[in-house]
């Protein structure tokens, strides 16, 4: 069964630390994206990758970095939280094309707290 | 840029048929999803239209797509409690580029007995 894993369901951190969140794809598939998820605000991307080392602002980079070193794994970084990044965050894995866009695989989310 | 929109709510019975609506607003859409993401989970494609169609159905999903005015539906059939969860409505555009997907802020839709 195809999936995409996030390394976390929960986690508390507190302002100013140092954020990590992994995502790992079993699918080969070329993209990978890091979405947030607030109330009525549905999804906003934050960052995307297409490729190995390849990467691409989303809508809302700011305060956060993401690292492609292997084409399954795709890293979310919060280099110093802050209140306002507590959020789920959904990380998603598709293959290329126009259709391929849509066909996305989504892991089961981490829900970040930062305190 | 382009903008996706939703209602927050919806309740029907179950065996009741749920519509769930949706307008876009950009013009050179080429595919419409529909997401579903039951509690503490990720999304889950659901279905799509590609943007020359005007209806889809599947089993008991039913596409409808209104090019004219930008609107788009999902009807389900009916309804279970199982079905309960947010629905999310996307689009994409003609550029080809990854991060052109745009999601509406998602439905909650709720089921009761």
């Known amino acids: 069964d195809v999936k995409v894993t996030q390394s976390s369901r929960y986690l508390v951190k507190r302002t100013g630390e140092k954020v990590f969140l992994e995502c790992v794809q079993d699918?080969?598939?070329?993209?990978m994206f890091w979405y947030r998820q607030d109330p009525g605000l549905g999804l906003r991307l934050i960052y995307f990758?297409?490729?190995?080392?390849?990467?691409e602002k989303g809508d809302i980079p700011e305060g956060y970095s993401v690292s492609r070193e292997k084409k399954e794994r795709f890293s979310l970084i919060l280099e110093s939280a802050s209140t306002n990044q507590t959020s789920m965050y959904l990380c998603?894995?598709?293959?290329?094309?126009?259709?391929?866009?849509?066909?996305?695989?989504f892991g089961p989310g981490t829900r970040l707290t930062v305190l | 840029g382009e903008d996706v929109e939703q209602s927050l709510f919806l309740s029907v019975r179950e065996g009741d048929s749920s519509v769930i609506n949706c307008t876009y607003t950009d013009s050179s859409s080429t595919y419409l999803y529909w997401y579903k993401q039951e509690p503490g989970a990720g999304l889950q494609l659901l279905t799509y239209i590609f943007s020359n169609m005007d209806m889809k159905q599947d089993q008991r999903l039913t596409v409808l797509l209104n090019k004219k005015d930008k609107h788009l539906s999902l009807r389900i059939a009916d309804t279970q409690t199982g079905d309960s969860a947010i629905y999310f409505c996307?689009?994409?555009?003609?550029?080809?580029?990854?991060?052109?997907?745009?999601f509406g802020s998602g439905t909650q839709l709720t089921v009761l007995p």
């Open positions: 998603a894995s598709s293959p290329p094309g126009q259709q391929g866009l849509g066909s996305k695989f």
């Open positions: 990758s297409y490729d190995v080392k390849m990467k």
């Open positions: 996307a689009e994409s555009s003609s550029s080809g580029s990854a991060r052109q997907l745009t």
């Open positions: 699918m080969d598939h070329e993209n």
